[in-house]
DNA sequence: ACCTGAACACCGTTCAAGT
DNA sequence: ACCTGAACACCGTTCAAGT
């Protein structure tokens, strides 16, 4: 299926929600799978959310008891955790190039977010796991080999990709809460329809902002339209060159930081 | 300049587990408030973690009934944002002082990353929440002075919460996430035992990396014991280290990057 | 071998009724 | 005014029974 999307440099142009759109064609009486359970969750999943997503409901998606599925998973935790690893599965990191880590990490940050994007509160499901697993510990490997060749010190490298990660996750996830907000308030009176209108809500956010006592609160009201109205692509970028820097400060020809390895 | 030890004026001896300890004296008749309600659900949240915490478990803390807790709490979601709010209740950030803007960074982050230990799995209840209410905001607003006195470009200054906030929040809930690892691992037998036993499951994960071939895991491999036997405290000072010296290099006096604002 | 049906022990939330 | 009791519409998981 090559999906590469994974090191494309160009913007990803996110909030596009990669409708499925899988061949739907016979969900008929094909055999029940652990592929097919995992598929029809994340169907669920994109449908009603995280906190929408029982097994009940992936098996009404499978035309199927509840109880069929436990002969395919073992858990719905253990179903989580195969949407989290599956979610990776073709995920490819370059061969490190020494010269041009910044523009390699960078270009990891973006797929992993570009990923964790592409399926509702798949953020919330990622920060519950570790990639400690057997299909997740070689993209933890990779990401490792660009740290120690672009000449980061072992306790910095060892820690970097724990902080990217857990940054990316993080944003993400943040997004997510801002996107289910703006939903619902747009769909109050049909949630059904729940069209996100993210401008309508960063209006009223700078307007709550722009409400505050002026004496209290001067930084916020000078920096609430970059905190509110900047693209999130913008602010992503942005905590990840600070993250960036502060790594570039460790390497021995790096005149900020001591080497200190 | 600056070895990486700059992270070191007050190790806040962490896993303590800071035991309520209230006065439990009579829990007999006091009349029911709000302030109670979120004191019981912090008691069973300590006892069952956030997955046991129902609103049942709490009415039963409280020898109450299940509706009763709706006259003092809107919903559940609610009660976890009371909790969130209570945790930063008398939470106090220093006025800026822009010669020592980066060791008051530091003391933050240690802060609120003791204060979401203090209670069982906080960093997850956090996690789902954005600081912008009328009790929280006042800490955004503290927090961003201390940026902004430090002389770094508005741009940043808008993101570093954002960003150092969200290193906080994840790193204690990785931590959550293995301590749970441990106990259900120990508390095998008896569940409500359930000591950590933090040393052997760092065993287990070295053991566990050691055994990885070494042709396809030398990273890991050469890493995994700065990974998983550094003390959390040490890792935590330093992924905050690369985090603020990313923030450094922004500003106009750093010879590190350009002040690009 | 694979799935169904029914049950168990829970959930969050609402609301009439009691005191 | 404040709480109870009962109900509603859900949960995850197990397991004997069917085919």
Redesign the pocket.
Known sequence: MAADDTTAPVPPSPWERERPARDRVSTARA??TRERVVEAAFTVLDRQGLD??????V?GEL??????L???V????DLLELMYTRLFDDFAIPEPDRERWEEQLRDFARSVRRRLLSHRDMARISMGHVPFTAELLPHVESLLALFRAAGLPDRIAAEAGDLISTYVDGFVLEEGIWQDRAARQAGDDDPSLSRPDWREMAGEMQDYFAALPAADFPHLRALSGLMVMDSSDDRFDIGLEIILRGLASYLPDQGAGAPDA
Chains 1, 2 share one sequence.
């Open positions: 055999p029940l929408g997503l029982s097994m009940r409901q098996a035309g199927v008891t509840v109880s069929a436990y002969a395919h073992s858990s719905k935790d």
